[in-house]
Every structure is written in structure tokens, then in C-alpha cells.
């Protein structure tokens, strides 16, 4: 499967953004999905996640309450809306698919990855 990010951008503190994820090559369906961030300098780290049907659905800590993941299985996309951005919400972010627990936090259990699409936040 191949996957496909795109929605980033430069936006003001206090703004929105909708990434999305859209995947070829193999029904999205078939896959638990995540996101993940990385800045600069810093590790990645998840983000968000949610199973195959779209019913089930986990976040950080740090994006609660701000940040909604959700699925379409008929478009094969998976989507991360971001809400009330912070400067520290800056980073690359990536999804990724076919994990066995869908609610894994660990970048070794995802098995395929998008490029990534930068999201800058300004203060």
C-alpha cells in the first residue's frame, strides 16, 4: 500500500488545519491507521490513532480535545482535523497503516508510511 499525505501548511496560533491521508494500492480498509509528528530535532512521536472501522479512536495527550481523527474507507483516506494550533504543534506529520493493535503507540509496529507534510505554526 502506498500512502499519500497532504493538507499541511503555515497557519496562525489558534487556526485549523485537515490533513489528509489517501492510500493506493490496497483497500484502506484492510488496516489500522495512525499519525505521527516530528520535530525538528525530536523524535516522532503518535499522535493519534483509530481502527479499521472508525469506531474506535485514541490521542496523545497533547492534541486531546483538539485534534479529531477520522476515516472514509470508501475514498481510502484517513484524515487528522487540527483545531486550536499551538507553535508547539509544529512538525512533520506522517501517517502510517498496518499495525496489529490499533491503539500501538510504537513507530516499529506500523508497517507502512507516508512522506510526510509539514505543518508550521506561528506564534
Known amino acids: 500500500v502506498q500512502l499519500q499525505a497532504s493538507g499541511g501548511g503555515v497557519v496562525q496560533a489558534g487556526g485549523s488545519l485537515r490533513l489528509a491521508c489517501a492510500a493506493s494500492g490496497r483497500a484502506l480498509s484492510s488496516y489500522h491507521a495512525g499519525w505521527f509528528r516530528q520535530a525538528p530535532g525530536k523524535e516522532r512521536k503518535y499522535v493519534a490513532g483509530i481502527n479499521r472501522s472508525g469506531y474506535r479512536k485514541s490521542y496523545t495527550e497533547d492534541v486531546q480535545g483538539r485534534f479529531i481523527i477520522s476515516r472514509d474507507n470508501a475514498k481510502n483516506t484517513v484524515y487528522l482535523q487540527m483545531s486550536s494550533l499551538k507553535p508547539e504543534d509544529t512538525a512533520v506529520y506522517y501517517c502510517?497503516?498496518?499495525?496489529?493493535?490499533?491503539?500501538?503507540?510504537?513507530?516499529?509496529?506500523?508497517?507502512?508510511w507516508g512522506q510526510g507534510t509539514q505543518v508550521t505554526v506561528s506564534s
Open positions: 502510517a497503516v498496518d499495525v496489529p493493535n490499533w491503539i500501538s503507540r510504537n513507530t516499529n509496529d506500523y508497517a507502512y
